[in-house]
Each structure stands twice: as structure tokens, then as C-alpha cells.
Nanobody, 127 residues
Framework: QVQLVESGGRLMQAGGSLRLSCTAS????????MAWFRQAPGKEREFVAAISWTSGLTVSADSVKGRFTISRDNAKNTVYLQMNSLKSEDTAVYLC????????????????????WGQGTQVTVSS
């Protein structure tokens, strides 16, 4: 079992910056990847960014490229999402996810790659 706790979400002005954190506990020794997804009211969950725990390879959605950066601290079992130049369309619940079971045929951007999910942290961007 893995527990994920997100933090850092809050009300922001457009153009501002915010950093989200997600810390994993429990069965963290077999982490393969971690990711951020988001879900806005009335919309489907969408991929934001992901990072390979072993190689550090990162991928991100086109909608956030150049604005959001995912990073990790392996020693703290924590993944971060640095969000710059925030827009009102970034308003959503941001969810952290982790892959602990080796899987083939799935990309880092695919939500069914991930085995555990956090409860989410709300980010609201006012224009």
C-alpha cells in the first residue's frame, strides 16, 4: 500500500506561481514513476506531467509546456509541480499518482499506468 498526500493548492491570481508537493509513504521502495493529473469541474481528468523515478525522464502535456515543471526528491519520496504563469484554465483539483507495479505498454501520460492516487489539492486561478 502507498499513501499519497498532496499540498500547496490555493487561490491564485492569473500570472502567478505556485508549487505543489506530493509525498508518498508506505511501499515506496518500488516506485517507478509519479505524475500529476488534474480535474476541473464538469471535465474529465487530464494528464499534466510525469517523471520516471529511475531515469528522471519527464513528460508534460502541451497545455502546460513551458509553464509547469515536474521534479522529484527521491530521498523524501516527494514529487513537485512548479506552476508558473498560471491561467484561469489551470483551475482544477490536482491529483498525484504513483506507479509501483512494473507495467509494459503504457506511457507515462496514461492514467491506467498508475496504481495509487492521492485525494487532490485545489488550485483556483482568478483572472
Amino acid at each position: 500500500q502507498v499513501q499519497l498526500v498532496e499540498s500547496g493548492g490555493r487561490l491564485m491570481q492569473a500570472g502567478g506561481s505556485l508549487r505543489l508537493s506530493c509525498t508518498a509513504s508506505g511501499r515506496t521502495f518500488s516506485t517507478y514513476a509519479m505524475a500529476w493529473f488534474r480535474q476541473a469541474p464538469g471535465k474529465e481528468r487530464e494528464f499534466v506531467a510525469a517523471i520516471s523515478w529511475t531515469s528522471g525522464l519527464t513528460v508534460s502535456a502541451d497545455s502546460v509546456k513551458g509553464r509547469f515543471t515536474i521534479s522529484r526528491d527521491n530521498a523524501k519520496n516527494t514529487v513537485y509541480l512548479q506552476m508558473n504563469s498560471l491561467k484561469s484554465e489551470d483551475t482544477a483539483v490536482y491529483l498525484c499518482a504513483t506507479q509501483v507495479v512494473p507495467t509494459t505498454g503504457r506511457g507515462l501520460h496514461e492514467d491506467d499506468l498508475y496504481d495509487y492516487w492521492g485525494q487532490g489539492t485545489q488550485v483556483t486561478v482568478s483572472s
